[in-house]
């Protein structure tokens, strides 16, 4: 399931709302065993251009 949310994201990622409503799903989908390498490859791929919304999703399950 991992490889599946981080290709949609990848496909959605040229538009904003888009790409956080696919995020939000994607932390749904994926076992939270996964959650750590998921965060870590999101922040590696995306946070040029969507950081505020990952820091959004991702300090929540920090927290």
């Not at 981080?6 to 799903?25: M, N, Q």
């Not at 939270?32 to 990952?54: G, K």
């Amino acid at each position: 399931m991992l490889e599946y949310v981080k290709t949609i994201l990848l496909k959605v990622s040229f538009d904003k709302a888009l790409f956080e409503k696919e995020l939000r799903k994607s932390l749904n989908l994926i076992l939270p065993a996964e959650i750590s390498e998921f965060r870590a490859w999101c922040y590696r791929t995306f946070s040029r251009n969507y950081e505020p919304v990952l820091n959004k999703y991702f300090v929540k399950l920090a927290g």
